[in-house]
């Protein structure tokens, strides 16, 4: 019997902090990604499952060009674990111990951490109502919804709720309408956030288009702006999330995030 030829598309799985990726190399061409693609490969019954799909473009300034998809189908401007993962994967590749990665945040400086980690520069937060985007002029350190939260930008918007204990919060049950709120036009990611420390917080989030994750790497950037412009922490924080613990440096030149990745398996997708 002759052997059918690969028609299917080959994808990388990865995770960081078991926030999860499939990721398509479409640097030399290929099939491109649509809504219905993306919403399909998410699918973790009838797809691969993933909570964001990350696409490889070339870019002559950068090692890489990343578009990001929910698993909803929906775009979305950035993606701090799946930046991160695809940075140690470049640099692995290449040998190279520094790089730059375009997303809808500009050019965003990589390293390597040491000790298997990787740190990625998101950029500078947004923290203007326009900018976050919210749907009138509020202020963003004191939003008018019940819960006191913080409005932050990383690219995406982020709504930030210091709590007393977050484990205990209904994700399940809050996030979903909190994603919606009519002051956020482009919905929002929703993060539950206690101090357990000096300069220590333990994290929860519900990420707009996907649901509950285990990790955010730009929710893990919004928690600590907001809570360092709250007063609650200094401007460099350690986050326990569900699926591990990450750190966060909010500097001059922006918010830098290091943390450990994992690339899990290679495959084919014939969807």
């Known amino acids: 019997m002759t052997a059918r ?49 990350a696409v490889m473009h070339s870019d002559p300034e950068a090692a890489v060009r990343l578009v990001f998809y929910n698993a909803d189908g929906s775009l979305s401007a950035a993606c701090g674990n799946a930046t991160r993962c695809i940075a140690r994967h470049l640099m692995d590749e290449t040998g190279q111990g520094a790089l730059r990665i375009r997303t809808e945040r500009g050019l965003l400086a990589c390293e390597d951490a040491g000790h298997g980690m990787t740190r990625v520069n998101m950029g500078q937060p947004d923290t203007e109502w326009r900018a976050v985007p919210l749907s009138r002029e509020v202020d963003t350190l004191h939003l008018p919804i019940e819960g006191d939260p913080v409005a932050t930008g990383m690219g995406n918007p982020h709504c930030t709720f210091f ?32 101090v357990t420390g000096r300069d220590r917080l333990r994290m929860r989030v519900w990420e707009r288009g996907t649901g509950i994750t285990l990790a955010s790497g730009s929710s893990s950037c919004a928690v600590a702006v907001a809570a360092a412009r709250r007063g609650l922490t200094g401007r460099t924080v350690t986050l326990d999330l569900d699926g591990g613990r990450i750190e966060i440096d909010w500097r001059d030149d922006g918010v830098w995030m290091t943390g450990p990745t994992a690339h899990v398996f290679d495959g084919v997708w014939r969807g």
């Open 5 to 53: 030829p690969d028609t299917g598309r080959p994808f990388m799985k990865m995770h960081g902090l078991g926030n999860d990726f499939v990721v398509i190399d479409l640097r030399e061409g290929g099939a491109p990604v649509t809504e219905d693609v993306a919403r399909a490969l998410g699918d973790r019954h009838r797809g691969v499952g993933f909570d964001q799909l």
């Open 163 to 194: 709590v007393e204990d977050a484990e205990a919060v209904d994700l399940a049950r809050r996030g979903p309408v909190l994603e919606n709120h009519l002051l956020f036009p482009e919905r929002t990611n929703v993060q539950f956030a206690s």
